[in-house]
């Protein structure tokens, strides 16, 4: 198990990625090679309907700084700069999209072996201030996670979450959307040699009164092939 309880983005994380992650309505295709000097250049296009959709991403690492960049058919650039360990337990993420002047945003990354604290703002003369913070160990941790538009002086978000793991077992609690929504999941891991584990999420909504209850499982057939159904 890690150590130290992560980030408020990793409750329920294990569920989620199980339930909903690498599920495809539409078609695609993904190509990644790999040169000599260890950059990574990988390949999509997605067909929706009539239209086709395609990327080009590169990956650069030197040393604790990864730069990502990624080139569409709209012609948009994307372009993510991260630096490990710029502190102790300190990770810097800075992304952009060219040409939206707007879409600049920074984020903090903080881990401790008690505390784990992610802030992002965007570079924008009125930004979205959204701050999370997680106190506990890897085995129990509580947090919360709010965001805050500095042009209208409301809180956009405000949720909070509470996960419980083991060697084999990970469950977690949250309250999203100001409290309307309450979630809980569950993720087993049954045999990790050949990655099969399977998961489970109701979701409560205060407002409607309605449940909704989603089960899934996965398993490895081989090392280059993984089997999920929901």
């Known amino acids: 198990m890690a150590k130290g309880p992560g980030l408020y983005s990793d409750i329920g994380k294990k569920a989620r990625d199980l339930l909903y992650k690498d599920y495809q309505t539409d078609q695609k295709f993904s190509i990644t090679t790999y040169s000599a000097t260890g950059v990574a250049?990988?390949?999509?296009?997605?067909?929706?309907?009539?239209?086709?959709?395609?990327?080009?991403?590169?990956?650069?690492?030197?040393?604790?700084?990864?730069?990502?960049?990624k080139v569409d058919t709209n012609s948009n650039l994307l372009t993510t700069i991260t630096v490990d360990d710029a502190a102790p337990g300190l990770k810097t993420i800075l992304n952009f999209r060219v040409p939206d002047q707007r879409s600049g945003k920074l984020e903090l990354q903080y881990l401790h072996d008690y505390a784990g604290i992610c802030t992002s703002v965007g570079l924008t003369a009125n930004p979205i201030v959204n701050f999370s913070g997680v106190v506990g160990t890897n085995m129990l941790a509580l947090g919360t996670d709010v965001?805050?538009?500095?042009?209208?002086?409301?809180?956009?978000k405000c949720n909070a979450g509470l996960s419980f793991s083991n060697a084999d077992l990970i469950a977690a609690l949250?309250?999203?959307?100001?409290?309307?929504?309450?979630?809980?999941?569950?993720?087993?891991?049954?045999?990790?040699?050949?990655?099969?584990?399977v998961g489970a999420e109701v979701t409560h909504s205060f407002s409607t009164n309605e449940n909704t209850i989603?089960?899934?499982?996965?398993?490895?057939?081989?090392?280059?092939?993984n089997l999920k159904a929901r």
């Open 41 to 69: 250049i990988t390949s999509s296009g997605t067909k929706k309907g009539d239209l086709f959709l395609a990327d080009v991403a590169t990956q650069l690492k030197n040393k604790n700084v990864t730069t990502d960049v």
């Open 147 to 156: 965001s805050f538009d500095t042009k209208t002086g409301n809180f956009t």
């Open 174 to 197: 949250t309250l999203n959307d100001k409290g309307d929504t309450m979630n809980a999941s569950y993720y087993h891991n049954v045999n990790s040699e050949s990655n099969s584990a």
């Open 214 to 225: 989603t089960l899934g499982a996965q398993h490895a057939i081989d090392p280059l092939t």
